[in-house]
């Protein structure tokens, strides 16, 4: 796997990961190819941004963003690889990287939030050692 920072040529490929992934359970978030891809743009000039690309192809990313708060923090704002390439050790391969490029800025802890279905990200993070931070709920109320 080639692991590299994101330019502007890769946008389009990034969007489209995002909207066909982030559409499935149970993310649900059904995004035009065109609201995807502005949304990617904009988060692009605020961000960190990689790629993963296996055999040419970008397979998956992964954005970082400042702490608006803590400057030696950072949160993964979006993850996501192609249905395909996951489950093949991807992710990991990316984290570890992601780990290891901001350790040696001096950046002292990595943040993310993500569902709790059982199997799913979550135990992702827990693998890679990752803990669940209780001092923080997300919370949902659906208005009828």
């Known amino acids: 796997m080639k692991f590299r920072k994101a330019t502007k040529k890769d946008l389009g490929k990034i969007a489209e990961i ?4 982030s559409a499935k359970p149970p993310y649900n978030k059904k995004k035009t190819s065109k609201k995807a891809l502005a949304g990617i743009k904009k988060d692009f000039k605020d961000n960190d941004l990689f790629v993963a690309i296996i055999e040419g192809k970008i ?3 992964i954005m970082i963003r400042k702490d608006s708060d803590i400057k030696n923090r950072r949160w993964i704002n979006e993850f996501w690889i ?8 991807i992710g990991r391969e990316m ?4 780990e290891g490029m901001y350790k ?5 802890t990595l943040g993310l939030a993500a569902y709790t279905r059982k199997g799913g990200a979550v135990d992702f993070y827990k693998k890679l050692n ?7 709920v997300s919370m949902t109320k659906k208005l009828k």
């Open 82 to 89: 192609l249905k395909n390439y996951q489950r093949k050790g």
């Open 130 to 136: 990752y803990k669940v931070d209780n001092r923080v």
């Open 18 to 21: 995002f909207r066909i992934e």
């Open 95 to 98: 984290m570890n990287k992601i």
């Open 59 to 61: 397979v998956g990313f």
């Open 104 to 108: 040696k800025k001096n950046i002292k």
